[in-house]
């Protein structure tokens, strides 16, 4: 099996996940907390947290954008980062929401387009498509 790598370019990324509460007597209410992981320790202990993570994003060509436009899909990438636990879980598990550059407005928001893969199981990265979440 060929060595699988990323590449050099970086973009930046921030993971939405689906988090639905009851409030007595509203109804349910609906928001998307980020994905936040810890990268380190501060002074006294008190843990590092981040919400971005730096991928691969590549736009879709050849065969697979042909069919994903045949499918109604205007904007479609593949992405590839490196394998964060909570991420994985997140992607195999939830509804998330992708957003690129971490903007949450609408022309940034991708959601899933396929299964994550922590790719030969290594926990090496992570690859999986997005395409966009609203169309025109």
């Known amino acids: 099996m060929a060595d699988q790598k990323l590449g050099t370019v970086r973009t930046l990324v921030k993971f939405g996940v689906q988090t639905t509460t009851q409030i007595a007597g509203k109804g349910a209410s609906t928001v998307w907390e980020m994905i936040e992981v810890p990268i380190g320790t ?10 971005s993570f730096y ?4 736009g ?5 954008a042909i069919q994903q436009q045949a499918d109604g899909v205007k904007r479609a990438a593949r992405v590839r980062l490196p394998f964060v636990q909570k991420v994985y879980d997140a ?6 929401r992708v957003y690129l550059r971490g903007k949450t407005d609408a022309a940034h928001t991708f959601v899933l387009a396929s299964d994550a893969d922590d790719y030969g199981e290594q926990h090496k990265f992570i690859e999986f498509q997005v395409k ?4 025109k």
């Open 55 to 58: 991928c691969e994003w590549l």
């Open 132 to 135: 966009h979440y609203e169309g």
């Open 91 to 96: 992607l195999t598990s939830k509804s998330v």
């Open 42 to 51: 501060g002074d006294g202990g008190k843990p590092i947290m981040t919400d």
């Open 60 to 64: 879709s060509y050849g065969a697979a």
